[in-house]
């Protein structure tokens, strides 16, 4: 008997399954798959419609979502990936930029390098040296005003990588007719006194003497180096205000067993096979911080990029700094050790935030500085340079200008104001005082705002508030304000007010006893549970409201509240 009948057989069944098997694996995930790395939008499955059917729209939906929810399309991709790096050199990342022998870089790094980068960001040089001059000055005068009030505003500018490696760069032509922007506010520093720590040419110095690259041959940010680098910038603050911040000790390096940050570029090709490694290792080592007994632990505000992540997760934050923050890119707001997301830096009180710490320290990198300062030159002008009445006649005066302008354009009021707060934002040159050489005007709530500093730092003071906020219905940020009132009204303080005080704390320990008979009193937690329910809070949030509002309600404070009457009288019980 013939065996091509079996062969047929084992073949058809063969291609039905290479033909059902991703069609399945589409359908129900049966094999779990390593996920692509980089930034995904998902694509959601279009609805039927016969119009949209009619309209070819429905067509193009459903050709995309069935494009990103094929079967075993992760390994599919990676493969063609492969095939273009392993023959061509080639990928379709936007992220990664191919140089020689294996290394890659951010586009961004070597159209800075070749000087193509600046017109990206400015409409021209002449333009670019008179923001880039524009900004520097604004950092300048803010500085003057921050230190005035004890605050120390300096730059760090972090390694770039294609100035450090240019010699695996792709080939390019330099553009001989843009300046450097880095090159630019170094200059600018440099002649203003502007306290400024450049990175980039220690780094050059730095990689021909160890046995490892700085910056990794496929990764786009620092990794153990940036504990030296890190070392650098305490000692340079230090010197700034005269202290000794703790010091950095550090152990014998090895290899690093963690391969996150030293691959991150080489990561977003999504490869079948890890690029070979031509030059050195990932070291790390055990860091410690050493407290003399004159050393002093600052308070310290970060403002930039994604670099600062380098110092976050290898160095002992808490046992460094009393506080830190971060804004990343001025953006969103960092805190804690480790680092978490906070808020947006937008809704903060940016005067008091800027006064409020020891250290400023403004983070970016070179290829980033064609962007300038991302808008924190001018927000720190605009918020210690001029009161704040002073700003909001000039917002009104723009928007005015707007409304006379759109004639055949239909705005409200909101949107007209929020162009008119840009405008003045991007252009703080409109305001006289701030155009000026030499700075003459500043913000007349600064001295209050560093009260609220010194109360701060004040645990007694702040102990007291607390107990003032509770028989209040305030939070601490409205009973600080609040404070500062009394103080510039020449009022009796809160914390002087030691009867309150002393009631508050009675009423803070009735609550926390309240809190622990609740949970016997079957009746009155059902009730508590069936509210938490309905207002979606967590029991144990709703245990405490119900144990505050029945001791509120015991004494008669429910009209004692801070935002209707800042001098309401405490119904005090006798004793």
């Known amino acids: 008997m013939s065996k091509k009948p079996i062969y047929d057989k084992v073949l058809f069944i063969i291609l039905m399954i290479l033909l059902f098997m991703p069609l399945l694996q589409g359908r129900f995930q049966l094999i779990p798959l390593k996920p692509l790395n980089g930034v995904t939008i998902e694509t ?43 023959c061509y050199k080639k990928t379709y990342a936007h992220d990664v930029m191919a140089g020689k022998q294996g290394w890659l870089y951010t586009p961004e790094s070597v159209s800075d390098y070749y000087g193509t980068e600046l017109l990206n960001w400015q409409p021209s040089v002449e333009e670019a040296r008179r923001n880039f001059e524009r900004e520097v000055k604004y950092l300048c005068h803010a500085r003057d005003i921050l230190k005035e009030n004890d605050v120390e505003l300096l730059a760090f500018i972090a390694p770039e990588k294609s100035f450090v490696y240019p010699e695996y760069l792709p080939d390019g032509e330099h553009d001989t007719t843009t300046i450097n922007a880095c090159a630019t506010f170094l200059h600018r520093f440099a002649e203003n006194g502007f306290p400024c720590i450049d990175m980039t040419s220690w780094f050059k110095q730095m990689k021909d003497t160890v046995d490892y690259p700085v ?46 940050t030293d691959n991150d570029l080489e990561r977003l090709l999504n490869l079948s096979l890890p690029i070979r490694k031509r030059q050195g290792y990932s070291p790390t080592a055990e ?45 969103t707001a960092y805190t804690g050790d480790p680092l978490t997301p906070s ?82 934002h991007n252009h703080p040159e409109i305001i006289p005082e701030l155009n000026a050489e030499t700075l003459t005007s500043k913000n007349n709530e600064i001295p209050y705002a560093k009260v609220i500093k010194d109360i701060r730092k004040d645990s007694v003071w702040m102990a007291a508030l607390e107990a003032q906020a509770f028989l209040r219905s305030a939070n601490m940020n409205q009973m600080l304000h609040a404070e500062v009132d009394r103080i510039k009204a020449d009022k009796p303080l809160y914390k002087d007010q030691t009867a309150e005080i002393q009631f508050a704390r009675q009423c803070q320990e009735e609550v926390r006893g309240r809190i622990e008979r609740i949970p016997g009193n079957a009746e009155l937690l059902e009730h508590i549970r ?31 509240r801070l935002i209707d009457d800042p001098d309401a009288e405490i119904p005090i019980p006798p004793d």
């Open 287 to 331: 860091v410690t911080v050493e407290h003399r007994t004159n050393s002093v632990k600052p308070r310290v505000l970060f403002i930039g990029n994604s670099f600062m992540w380098g110092f976050a997760t290898r160095l002992p934050m808490k046992e460094v700094f009393d506080e830190v923050e971060f804004w990343y890119y001025f953006s």
């Open 44 to 86: 959601e499955k279009p609805e039927f419609e016969l119009e949209s059917y009619r309209s070819g729209a429905y067509a193009k939906q459903e050709e995309a979502y069935v494009g990103e929810h094929f079967g075993f399309r992760e390994p599919i991709i990676r493969l063609y990936n492969q095939y273009l790096w392993s």
């Open 343 to 424: 808020g947006n830096v937008v809704d903060l009180n940016l005067l008091e935030k800027l006064l409020d710490f020891d250290y400023i320290v403004w983070f970016t990198t070179g290829n980033q500085l064609n962007k300038g300062t991302n808008g924190f030159a001018n927000s720190v002008i605009l918020t210690l340079g001029v009161d704040d009445s002073i700003r909001q006649a000039y917002i009104d005066r723009i928007a005015d200008t707007i409304c006379r302008d759109a004639i055949n354009r239909v705005s409200t009021d909101s949107i007209i104001r929020k162009e008119a707060i840009a405008i003045l």
């Open 530 to 560: 069936k509210d938490a329910e309905k207002r979606h809070k967590p029991i144990d949030k709703a245990i405490e409201d119900a144990a505050i509002w029945i001791t509120r309600e015991k004494y008669g404070l429910d009209h004692c």
């Open 215 to 260: 910056i990794p041959q496929t990764g786009a940010h620092w990794v153990f180096p940036a504990v030296y680098a890190a070392d650098s910038l305490f000692r340079f603050m230090g010197e700034l205000k005269g202290i000794e911040l703790p010091k950095l000790r550090y152990g014998a390096l090895h290899e690093s067993d963690n391969h996150g």
